[in-house]
């Protein structure tokens, strides 16, 4: 992978170049949101998609349909995506502090290039968990349970890569909590589809993050961290993603069928049609992919906030009619 050779005022490597952290944020302020990526949005995205699917799925299969609450929960879930995937990337940021400094595309991040020290990442951290908190707060006592239970996974993914293989699947793991929270926000339970939804997020973690992976495989090699990428290699990695693909398309439709099979058929044949957008997005991504190209890889990474949208969008339609 080519490295930026000047980066100007502290930008990171691998965030787009004019994003709005680097342009429009005070000098004092920018650090602190990159290392809480705010220059990089689409982690953000990534978190909160699983929330609009458990959300729009839960209203879907309430016959009451939605409610006034339901608006605080989809903004209040998005506040909460963004600063808690901040403080979650501020903790992986701090843990691999030593790694990142190793790796081209992450040397640039601001605890490797000393834009911020370890005590101050700590700090910003727990400022970041603390707004969550007060947020997840206002939800029902079960999404609460829920959302403090997440801080677990959360707090175990950077760990991962360093004694297991398959570090996306601790990611997925945690990434699609929102799917349960979102559900349990609206219904005051957990059942399920919640639950299946989850484990379609999973697999579509799998699916995307592999891609991701495969930009740093040499790196990762050199300083012995592991992914999926370089389990599976160049040769393997399109089998293995097919696989992910049918999983999730698989999961995802036994999560709409077990939610909205005994009500209207209209919820039901809008959220299935919404399953097969999704899939034919991912099976789009893979036609195009191409291991051997960061570059390919990055944007085929970045385009699953638009596949996720998509499902989120066919079951905001199906909660609504």
């Given amino acids: 992978m080519s490295e930026r050779t000047e980066l100007p005022e502290g930008q990171v490597a691998d965030a787009a170049t004019g994003n709005w952290v680097d342009r429009y944020a005070p000098a004092p302020t920018r650090p602190y949101l990159r290392l809480s990526r705010a220059d990089r949005p689409i982690g953000t995205w990534l978190l909160l998609i699983p929330c609009f699917w458990g959300l729009a799925l839960a209203m879907a299969a309430d016959p009451a349909g939605p409610v006034w609450f339901d608006l605080w929960v989809v903004l209040g879930c998005t506040l909460g995506a963004f600063v808690m995937r901040g403080a979650g990337c501020t903790w992986n940021d701090y843990t691999d502090r030593a790694f990142d400094a190793q790796v081209a595309r992450t040397r640039s991040r601001p605890l490797p290039s000393g834009q911020v020290s370890p005590r101050q990442a700590l700090i910003w951290m727990g400022a970041q968990i603390a707004l969550g908190a007060v947020i997840l707060l206002t939800f029902p006592p079960m999404a609460i349970g829920l959302g403090v239970m997440a801080l677990l996974p959360v707090a175990v993914y950077p760990f991962a890569k360093r004694f297991t293989w398959w570090p996306q699947a601790f990611l997925g793991i945690a990434f699609n909590w929102g799917a349960l929270i979102g559900w349990a926000a609206h219904s005051g339970n957990l059942d399920w589809p919640a639950v299946l939804l989850w ?10 993050d592999t891609i991701y992976a495969h930009q740093d495989k040499e790196d990762d090699a050199m300083i012995g961290v592991k992914s999926t990428a370089r389990l599976f290699g160049d040769a393997e990695t399109p089998r293995w993603m097919r696989r992910f693909l049918i999983a999730t398309v698989v999961l995802a439709a036994m999560a709409v069928i077990r939610a909205l099979v005994e009500g209207p058929v209209l919820p039901l044949a809008l959220s299935l049609a919404g399953v097969y957008a999704f899939g034919w997005h991912l099976r789009w991504q893979l036609a195009r992919l ?11 990474f970045r385009s699953n906030r638009d596949a996720g949208l998509l499902f989120a969008l066919f079951l905001a339609g199906a909660a609504m009619v």
Avoid at 199 to 208: D, I, Q, S
């Fill in 199 to 208: 484990a379609a997020g999973l697999t579509w973690t799998l699916f995307y």
């Fill in 290 to 300: 191409d291991t051997t190209n960061t570059e390919n890889c990055l944007t085929l």
